[in-house]
């Protein structure tokens, strides 16, 4: 089975710009998560999808913003980006499915605002 | 609110047993994680616990104690490879599905 996969995997954009990333979660995974990673925060939730709804949003501005398509597939968007945006951004996908119902990270979208 | 406590740094000797604390005061519950990651790589997941006890797997075990909000991840024999930051994370029930982070203990193994 495919892992969860995120493109871009870099990205450079300036101030003011807007940016989106694109998540496909593992086959058969409904639920999928964004995080955004910083050296100072750590992992911090951004927002949970699930059958293309939103079920949960983290404590993030309203820039930031995201979707789920009827294949699971996931897109965050981040508008008017500003410079302390820049940090790892990571999709994980769940089953929910059983115990334990782990989250599977995908290799993450590295953004630089400048 | 969600508080999650690791320690920031850890060092141990390879081949040594090391044991890194998680405590957690969360509103709601519903299992808590342990996850690895390498530096510059995703996290990937060691174990989880909800119920009281000790889970092992391999050279790696975890504890929970609910009513302490405590947990702790073990590692026997430690291997250079095992140095990584460890990331202790809380499930929050109640039909969503969202997983609070500590921030992380970064483990060195030195020779």
């Known amino acids: 089975k495919a892992g969860v996969t995120q493109t871009p995997r870099y990205l450079i954009k300036t101030r003011g710009q807007q940016v989106t990333l694109s998540c496909s979660p593992i086959?058969?995974?409904?639920?999928v998560s964004w995080y955004q990673q910083t050296p100072g925060q750590g992992l911090q939730f951004l927002f949970e999808?699930?059958?293309?709804?939103?079920?949960n949003k983290g404590n993030f501005p309203g820039r930031f913003s995201g979707r789920q398509f009827s294949n699971s597939r996931s897109e965050m968007n981040v508008s008017t980006l500003e410079l302390g945006d820049s940090a790892l951004y990571l999709c994980?996908?769940?089953?929910?499915?059983?115990?334990?119902?782990?989250?599977?990270f995908g290799p993450g979208t590295r953004l630089t605002v400048l | 609110g969600q508080n999650i406590d690791q320690p920031t740094e850890m060092t141990a000797t390879e081949g040594a047993i090391v044991q890194i604390n998680c405590t957690y005061q969360?509103?709601?519950?519903?299992?808590l994680f342990w996850y690895q990651q390498h530096a510059g790589e995703a996290p990937t997941f060691l174990s989880y616990?909800?119920?009281?006890g000790l889970e092992e797997k391999g050279r790696f075990s975890s504890f929970l104690s609910r009513s302490k909000g405590y947990s702790y991840l073990l590692l026997k024999e430690l291997q250079m490879k095992d140095s990584a930051s460890y990331l202790c994370?809380?499930?929050?029930?109640?039909?969503?599905?969202?997983?609070?982070f500590g921030k992380g203990t970064k483990l060195s193994v030195i020779p």
């Open positions: 616990n909800v119920l009281d």
């Open positions: 999808y699930f059958s293309e709804t939103q079920r």
């Open positions: 994370a809380v499930l929050r029930g109640g039909g969503s599905y969202q997983l609070t």
């Open positions: 969360t509103s709601g519950f519903n299992g």
């Open positions: 086959s058969g995974h409904r639920s």
């Open positions: 994980a996908s769940s089953s929910l499915t059983g115990t334990g119902a782990e989250q599977f």
